[in-house]
C-alpha cells in the first residue's frame, strides 16, 4: 500500500493531463466553451436571486443578501456532489484503461475530484464578483481559513470517492442509490438554511455526524458571516480524514486486483 | 546484449474468479444478509494459467501459439502487469510497453495531438520525450493531415494507427504485441514488420502473441504453445508449430467426425429411401440429372435394394480418418448390401469444395466398368493414388445406382474431409509441378 500511495505521486504529471483533458474534453465543441465554467454559476446566482429576493423573500435579517450566503454553500457542495456522482462511474468508465493498459486506477476517482474543483475555482470569481456587486464582503481574518476548509474538503472527498468508486465495480446499483442519497444529504447540510436555525439547534446532536456540516458551515463563516466559529471541529474533520483517506486507500488497494476482472 | 533473461516466468498460475450471479446481486441484499465481504470472495474459478514457465532471452523474439482461450493473453496481461498472477512470479527487466488494445486510452472529444500527449503519459513517457518523438508517431501513423481533429471523426484504421504509433516509439526494451498487426492495410502491416526488425536488430526483446504462424516461423528465435493455460511445447518455432498443427489437425478430425456422425444420423431419421418419382425424369435425360442433382442439399435417397452401409475414408497407412495432407495418398472405401442378385449398377462419386463446386466426379459406367453381378456384402475402395487438391474442407458424394441413372442409394454431401497442405496456394488442383529458371534467374528456397 504505502509503495502504491508512492506511486500515486509519481503520477501526478498523469493526473495533470487527465484532469485538463477532461477540462477540454467537456466544453469541446461548444461555442462558449470554457466561458460556460462561469457562465453556468453565474445563471444560477441570477436565478437565486431573483426568487429569494423577489418572490420568496427571506425573512432571517443574518442571511442577507441571501443568494450571497446561498451561493457560499452551494459552490463547495456542487464541487463535492458532482465528484461523488461522476466518480462512483469513473472506474467502470475507464475499464479500457484497466483492463488493457497498465494503469493506476486511483487515479480515474480522483481526476474526478480535481476536475471539479477546479469547476469550483471557475465559479469562485463570479461569487466575488458578486460580493463587491452587493457590497458584502468577507471578513478578513475568516477569509484565511478559507484554503484550509478547501484543503480539508479535498482529502475527505478523494477518502470518499475511493471507496464509493472501489465497491461501485462490484456493486453496481449504488450509481443509483448515490443519487437519491446526495439530494438526501443536500437538505440535511445546512446550506440553504443557516446553521444557527432553531431547527438545526434542536437537532444538533445528528447535525454534528453530518461531515459536510462541519465543512459548510466554516465555508459560511470564512465568506459570508463575521465569525469564525468552528475551527476546531473543522480540524478535527481535517484529521478525520486523514485517517478516512489511509483507511480508504487501503481498501482500494485490496480490492484493486478484483477491478481488471470485474470491471 | 543477449545475456540473462528479460522476461521470466516461473510457476505462474492465473486463476480468473468468476463472481458469479454476483453482477446481478443489490446492494440490499448484501447488506441484509451481512455478506459484503463474503460476496467479494468468489464463488467459481476458472484456471486460466496453470503452471506456466518459460524464459525468453534478452534480444530475442519469442513467440507464443495457441487456440483461442488457451490462455495466451492472460500471459501477456501478467507479463505487463495489469493482472497479478494468482501462483508464481513474473520478473521483466527495462521498460516495457504493451500493444495489446491500441488506442485504449483515446477521449474521442479531443484531437489526436493531445491524445497522442496523453497516451504517451500513460504509457509512461515524459511529457519532453513526446515532444520529440511527435513528429515520428504522426508520420508512422500517416496522420499528418488529420492530427488536430478529434479523434472521434477517425477511421478505426486512422485510430489504430495512432494507438500503435504511440505504443511502439515509447521506445520500450520489452515490446509485448498481442495480435495487432491486423490493423491498417497491407501497406502499414509492412512498415509494423520493419518496426519489429528494426527492435530485433536494436538487440529489444519482443513477445508476440499471434494465430499466424508464418509470422511466428519467420520472425522467433523461440515459441511457446498454450493450450488450456498448460504449456505444451517450447523451444524452436518450426518445432512447436508443428505440434501445435498436429494438436489441431486431431481437434479437426475429431470435430469433422463429429459433423460426419450428425449428418447420418440426420438421413438415418428420414431414412426411408422413397423411390422419388422424378428420379426417373432426371434419369431420362443424362445431362440435366446430376446437375440438379448437385443443387440439393445433403440428404440421401434412392429406391433401396442396393445400400450403402458405411463410408471409411484412409491415409496412406490405411489409417481412417478425416483430415489428409495434399499430394498423399486416400481410399474412399464403401461398404455395401445388396438385397439380392442385381446386375445393373454403377458405383460414383463425387468431391465438392465448400463453395459447391464439383472438384471431381466419376462412376464405373463413365470408366467403362460393366456390371456383371452383386451380390450380398460388398467393398468398393476409390483409391486416389495423391490427393492433388488444394488446402480447405471437401465433401463427397457416394452413390450406388442404375446404369440409367436411377438411384438404388444415394448419399449426397455426407461425409467431409479436410485437405491440409504447407504451402498456400490457391484454386482447386494442385498440379504436379516445379520450377525451373534460367540462370540469370536467381532465387533461394526459404522452407528447406
Known amino acids: 500500500m504505502w509503495h502504491n500511495l508512492a506511486q500515486l505521486v509519481r503520477y501526478r504529471g498523469l493526473i495533470q493531463s487527465l484532469v485538463a483533458r477532461e477540462l477540454k474534453a467537456r466544453y469541446r465543441g461548444s461555442v462558449l466553451g470554457y466561458f460556460w465554467s462561469f457562465v453556468n454559476p453565474l445563471l444560477l446566482l441570477g436565478i437565486y436571486t431573483f426568487v429569494f429576493s423577489t418572490i420568496m423573500k427571506n425573512s432571517e435579517p443574518r442571511?442577507?443578501?441571501?443568494?450571497?450566503?446561498?451561493?457560499?454553500?452551494?459552490?463547495?457542495?456542487?464541487?463535492?456532489?458532482?465528484?461523488?456522482?461522476?466518480?462512483?462511474?469513473?472506474?467502470?468508465?475507464?475499464?479500457?484503461?484497466?483492463?488493457?493498459?497498465?494503469?493506476?486506477?486511483?487515479?480515474?476517482?480522483?481526476?474526478?475530484?480535481?476536475?471539479?474543483?477546479?469547476?469550483?475555482?471557475?465559479?469562485?470569481?463570479?461569487?466575488?464578483?458578486?460580493?463587491?456587486?452587493?457590497?458584502?464582503?468577507?471578513?478578513?481574518?475568516?477569509?484565511?481559513?478559507?484554503?484550509?476548509i478547501v484543503l480539508v474538503q479535498l482529502v475527505f472527498t478523494v477518502a470518499c470517492v475511493l471507496v464509493l468508486s472501489a465497491l461501485t465495480v462490484h456493486f453496481?446499483?449504488?450509481?443509483?442509490?448515490?443519487?437519491?442519497?446526495?439530494?438526501?444529504?443536500?437538505?440535511?447540510?445546512?446550506?440553504?438554511?443557516?446553521?444557527?436555525?432553531?431547527?438545526?439547534?434542536?437537532?444538533?446532536?445528528y447535525f454534528k455526524w453530518n461531515p459536510m456540516y462541519h465543512l459548510i458551515v466554516p465555508y459560511q463563516e470564512s465568506l459570508f458571516f463575521d465569525t469564525f466559529g468552528h475551527a476546531r471541529s473543522l480540524l478535527i474533520l481535517g484529521g478525520a480524514s486523514v485517517v478516512f483517506f489511509l483507511a480508504a486507500y487501503w481498501l482500494f488497494d485490496r480490492l484493486r486486483d478484483s477491478f481488471a476482472e470485474v470491471v | 546484449m543477449t545475456t540473462g533473461a528479460a522476461i521470466e516466468l516461473s510457476h505462474v498460475t492465473k486463476v480468473y474468479r468468476r463472481f458469479s450471479g454476483k453482477q446481478f446481486a443489490t446492494l440490499k441484499s448484501a447488506l441484509l444478509q451481512r455478506s459484503i465481504l463474503r460476496d467479494l470472495q468468489p464463488k467459481e474459478t476458472f484456471l486460466a494459467l496453470d503452471d506456466v514457465s518459460f524464459t525468453v532471452p534478452k534480444g530475442s523474439t519469442f513467440g507464443v501459439i495457441g487456440r483461442n482461450g488457451s490462455g495466451k493473453s492472460t500471459a501477456l496481461k501478467v507479463i505487463a502487469?495489469?493482472?497479478?498472477?494468482?501462483?508464481?512470479?513474473?520478473a521483466v527487466q527495462g521498460r516495457i510497453s504493451a500493444l495489446i488494445e491500441l488506442g485504449a486510452g483515446f477521449h474521442p472529444e479531443i484531437s489526436g495531438r493531445e491524445n497522442v500527449f496523453i497516451n504517451g503519459i500513460m504509457l509512461g513517457l515524459t511529457k519532453r520525450e513526446i515532444h520529440e518523438r511527435f513528429d515520428e508517431i504522426v508520420e508512422f501513423a500517416e496522420l499528418k493531415d488529420f492530427i488536430d481533429a478529434p479523434v472521434k471523426t477517425y477511421s478505426s484504421g486512422m485510430y489504430m494507427r495512432?494507438?500503435?504509433?504511440?505504443?511502439?516509439?515509447?521506445?520500450?526494451?520489452?515490446?509485448?504485441?498481442?495480435?495487432?498487426?491486423?490493423?491498417?492495410?497491407?501497406?502499414?502491416t509492412h512498415k509494423c514488420l520493419d518496426k519489429f526488425s528494426e527492435f530485433k536488430r536494436r538487440g529489444k526483446t519482443i513477445l508476440l502473441v499471434t494465430h499466424s504462424l508464418g509470422l511466428v516461423e519467420r520472425f522467433c528465435d523461440d515459441a511457446v504453445w498454450l493450450d488450456h493455460g498448460q504449456k505444451l511445447a517450447e523451444g524452436d518455432p518450426k518445432r512447436v508449430i508443428g505440434a501445435y498443427l498436429i494438436n489441431v489437425e486431431s481437434a479437426e478430425e475429431g470435430y469433422l467426425a463429429e459433423t460426419d456422425a450428425r449428418a447420418q444420423e440426420e438421413v438415418a431419421v428420414v431414412e426411408a429411401p422413397p423411390a422419388a418419382p422424378d428420379a426417373g425424369a432426371d434419369a431420362a435425360g443424362p445431362d440435366s440429372g446430376p446437375q440438379n442433382m448437385?443443387?440439393?442439399?445433403?440428404?440421401?435417397?434412392?429406391?433401396?435394394?442396393v445400400a450403402i452401409t458405411g463410408v471409411t475414408l484412409r491415409d496412406a497407412a490405411g489409417e481412417a480418418g478425416h483430415v489428409f495432407q495434399s499430394?498423399?495418398?486416400?481410399?474412399?472405401?464403401?461398404?455395401?448390401?445388396?438385397?439380392?442378385?442385381?446386375?445393373?449398377?454403377?458405383?460414383?462419386?463425387?468431391?465438392?469444395?465448400?463453395?459447391?463446386?464439383?472438384?471431381?466426379?466419376?462412376?464405373?459406367?463413365?470408366?467403362?466398368?460393366?456390371?456383371?453381378?452383386?451380390?450380398?456384402?460388398?467393398?468398393?475402395?476409390?483409391v486416389i493414388e495423391a490427393l492433388d487438391l488444394v488446402e480447405g474442407t471437401y465433401k463427397l458424394d457416394v452413390a450406388v445406382h442404375k446404369k440409367d441413372g436411377a438411384p438404388y442409394d444415394y448419399h449426397r454431401l455426407?461425409?467431409?474431409?479436410?485437405?491440409?497442405?504447407?504451402?498456400?496456394?490457391?484454386?482447386?488442383?494442385?498440379?504436379?509441378?516445379?520450377?525451373?529458371?534460367?540462370?540469370?534467374?536467381?532465387?533461394?528456397?526459404?522452407?528447406?
Not at chain 1, 446526495?182 to 446550506?191: D, M, S
Not at chain 2, 502487469?81 to 513474473?90: A, D, M, Q, R
Not at chain 2, 495512432?162 to 502499414?188: S, T, W
Open chain 2, 81 to 90: 502487469g495489469i493482472t497479478k498472477p494468482t501462483g508464481g512470479s513474473v
Open chain 1, 63 to 148: 442571511t442577507e443578501p441571501y443568494a450571497v450566503f446561498m451561493f457560499c454553500g452551494i459552490l463547495p457542495w456542487t464541487w463535492f456532489a458532482s465528484s461523488m456522482l461522476e466518480a462512483s462511474n469513473s472506474l467502470i468508465a475507464g475499464g479500457n484503461l484497466i483492463k488493457k493498459v497498465l494503469f493506476p486506477a486511483e487515479v480515474l476517482p480522483i481526476v474526478s475530484v480535481l476536475a471539479n474543483m477546479v469547476h469550483f475555482f471557475f465559479g469562485l470569481p463570479i461569487l466575488f464578483g458578486f460580493m463587491i456587486a452587493r457590497g458584502h464582503l468577507p471578513h478578513f481574518p475568516g477569509v484565511l481559513w478559507f484554503p484550509v
Open chain 2, 294 to 305: 448437385f443443387q440439393a442439399n445433403e440428404g440421401r435417397w434412392g429406391s433401396g435394394g
Open chain 1, 172 to 205: 453496481r446499483d449504488l450509481r443509483d442509490l448515490l443519487a437519491n442519497l446526495i439530494t438526501l444529504w443536500f437538505f440535511a447540510t445546512p446550506i440553504i438554511y443557516p446553521y444557527f436555525l432553531d431547527g438545526v439547534k434542536n437537532y444538533i446532536g
Open chain 2, 327 to 382: 499430394g498423399e495418398a486416400m481410399t474412399v472405401e464403401l461398404a455395401l448390401k445388396a438385397e439380392r442378385p442385381c446386375d445393373d449398377f454403377v458405383f460414383g462419386i463425387a468431391m465438392f469444395n465448400t463453395d459447391g463446386t464439383c472438384v471431381y466426379g466419376t462412376n464405373t459406367d463413365i470408366e467403362k466398368y460393366d456390371a456383371d453381378e452383386l451380390s450380398g456384402e460388398a467393398a468398393v475402395r476409390f
Open chain 2, 162 to 188: 495512432l494507438g500503435f504509433a504511440v505504443a511502439i516509439h515509447v521506445n520500450p526494451d520489452v515490446l509485448l504485441v498481442d495480435e495487432v498487426l491486423a490493423v491498417g492495410d497491407e501497406g502499414f
Open chain 2, 414 to 448: 455426407l461425409y467431409t474431409f479436410r485437405v491440409k497442405s504447407r504451402t498456400k496456394d490457391a484454386g482447386l488442383y494442385r498440379p504436379r509441378h516445379h520450377w525451373e529458371f534460367s540462370p540469370t534467374a536467381r532465387l533461394t528456397r526459404t522452407d528447406e
